[in-house]
């Protein structure tokens, strides 16, 4: 079955770096575009980037734009996130997500458990 | 940008009976091309990760019970629970797919009254 393993997370001072990790299995990885989505304490879904399934085509939220990057290693099957100059609110959980298909933008269909990221001094 | 507005934020409703939630999109999510609204419908439960629901705004996801239904076109939609189970109490997010960045509603919590 489909599983989404993200690790990499922890606490980090504001101004420092991150990278989170994704790994995945039970399908066939190189054919589906990835999500990353974050999650505050105690509030709603954001959206934060996506990555088609050849790595070709990134989208970034404003929020997180020129400060994240999204990648990807097919022959690894894991999905990344590089987080630069981290904020105070960026402090989340992290959660990558496959989307259900490739070809336009879907929603996502699986979703790992989360990597909880906190940025403070 | 696509602004999601969910409502309401919270409700309460009586085992069996229907909970009703809305979803309005600044703009419209349908595309004329292929006449489908992008829009999904997720449920979290607590401490877990988000699950999918409904797509293209009616399309129920695999094994998703038949209690659960989604309505609506163009920028404003409804999920519906027709009789609601305890295993239901959760928060429920819509999200359009249509344009980047993607963008989810503020949820809302469903309760046992």
């Known amino acids: 079955q489909v599983q989404l393993v993200e690790s990499g997370g922890g606490v980090v001072q504001p101004g420092r770096s991150l990278r989170l990790s994704c790994a995945a299995s039970g399908f066939t990885f190189s054919g589906y575009a990835m999500h990353w989505v974050r999650q505050a304490p105690g509030k709603g879904l954001e959206w934060v980037a996506v990555i088609s399934f050849d790595g070709n085509n990134k989208e970034y939220a404003d929020s997180v734009k020129g400060r994240f990057t999204i990648s990807r290693d097919n022959s690894k099957n894991t999905l990344y996130l590089q987080m630069n100059t981290l904020r105070p609110e960026d402090t989340a959980v992290y959660y990558c997500?496959?989307?259900?298909?490739?070809?336009?933008?879907?929603?996502?269909?699986?979703w790992g458990q989360g990597t909880l990221v906190t940025v403070s001094s | 940008d696509i602004v999601m507005t969910q409502s309401p934020d919270s409700l309460a409703v009586s085992l069996g009976e229907r909970a009703t939630i809305n979803c309005k999109s600044s703009?419209?999510?349908?595309?004329?091309?292929?006449?489908?609204?992008?829009l999904a419908w997720y449920q979290q439960k607590p401490g877990q990760p988000p699950k999918l629901l409904i797509y293209w705004a009616s399309t129920r996801e695999s094994g998703v019970p038949d209690r659960f239904s989604g309505s609506g076109s163009g920028t404003d939609f409804t999920l519906t629970i027709s009789s609601l189970q305890a295993e239901d109490v959760a928060v429920y997010f819509c999200?359009?797919?249509?344009?980047?960045?993607?963008?989810f509603g503020g949820g809302t919590k469903v309760e046992i009254k």
């Open positions: 997500a496959r989307q259900q298909y490739s070809g336009s933008w879907a929603p996502a269909d699986n």
């Open positions: 999200q359009q797919y249509f344009f980047t960045p993607l963008t």
């Open positions: 703009q419209s999510v349908l595309y004329s091309s292929d006449n489908k609204n992008y």
